[in-house]
């Protein structure tokens, strides 16, 4: 007779050593290069770290934004989820601009992967059922302000400002922007800072609901200025003539804040936030698919390639040329002109526009004939 064996099989050795997906982990278990995160007394902080770009998120960046906050989400020891910036100059800045004028404009159709990075960045805030707060800790502007819209409220440090930038580089705001503005701040207010990029200082975000509070955070010769003007921000931000940031109110407002949270029932906060979200997630799932394939297309556009390069180079970019080209037929769908040449000596088609010589051969091109204009 044939006894079992009170050992455990193989495959029951490996289910018992293999991690549970759902089981929330240490902040020292999870290794980030772009995140600092932290566990504390019911609070998980999560921080942009990338202070020499102003926080500005890369690809990576995304990536493990969306898991931390998974983490959070899945850790019932967690019942606030606080999201900022690193130092004292920005929250966060948006996309890195650099990244996307040497990877995308090169790559268009990775940004439709990446925009799958975003998205599930932005979804992790909206669906994570736990009460987010935004720690406004510096600039905010671009996708920096989309994530703060992404959470539930937000406490702005005086010398904050907010906005957006997205035609003003290239690019528009539909990673947030354009679907929740007009519910924070009214139509007309959210058009101005979608069209023109208005910067929101903290005291008319206040004012105009962009933001829950705002808290001092501009101290000079140790003395905190309560409603400074926007010279005293500045010289705060250089740390000059004695001016400096202080974020100590800014801590104190947030823990009191996540304190209040904290001493609500946990499953009527998470069904709260689910219900509260129904404008949001609808004008979100209605529109961030095709925002998604349009960016991708676009980055082929001369918008983009212009837009981005010139804040990389800190220049003004060159508008005027692409309205003259509208104004002459000859707009800015293709970056040297549209793909309508031949060059007679080697049989290549499809060169641009403006190519007076065969990018194959570097014969002349002759233009195309007054009548085809």
Partial sequence: MRVASARPSKLARAAEKRRDVLAPSTPADLRFQDLLYEKHRGVARITLNRPSVFNAYATNTLEELAQTVRDAANDDAVGVIVLTGAGVQAFCTGGDVG?????????????????????????????????????????????????????????????????????????????????????????????AMLLLNERIPAARALDWGLVNSVVPSVRRDGSMV?????EEMA???????????????????????????????????????????????????????????????HFSNFEPHEGMQAFVEKRPPAVGPLRERLARGRGG????????????????????????????????????PVAEE
């Fill in 333 to 368: 769908e293709y970056l040297y002109g549209r793909p309508t040449r031949h060059c007679a000596a080697c049989g290549a088609k499809g060169l641009p526009d403006d190519f007076p010589h065969c990018g194959r051969c570097g014969a002349v091109v002759a233009p195309r």
């Fill in 235 to 297: 010289l705060a931000r250089k740390g000059r003539d004695g001016y400096t940031i202080d974020l100590g109110p800014l801590d104190e407002a947030v823990d009191a804040l996540a304190g209040r949270l904290l001493g609500m029932f946990p499953e009527c906060l998470r069904y709260t936030k689910q219900q509260s979200n129904f404008w949001k997630e609808l004008a979100w799932h209605q529109t961030v698919g095709s925002g998604r394939e349009w960016l991708a297309l």
């Fill in 226 to 230: 309560e409603s400074p003007t926007e």
């Fill in 99 to 191: 990244e996307y004028a040497a990877r995308y404009t090169e790559r268009p159709r990775d940004y439709w992967k990446y925009m799958g990075l975003f998205q599930a960045a932005v979804e992790s805030l909206l669906q994570c059922g736990k009460p987010t707060i935004a720690r406004l800790n510096g600039i905010t502007v671009g996708g920096g302000n989309e994530l703060h819209l992404a959470c539930d409220l937000s406490v702005a440090a005086s010398h904050v400002y907010l906005g957006q930038v997205g035609v003003g580089v290239g690019s528009v705001a539909c990673g947030g922007a354009t679907q929740w503005l007009q519910l924070a701040v009214g139509d007309r207010r959210a058009r």
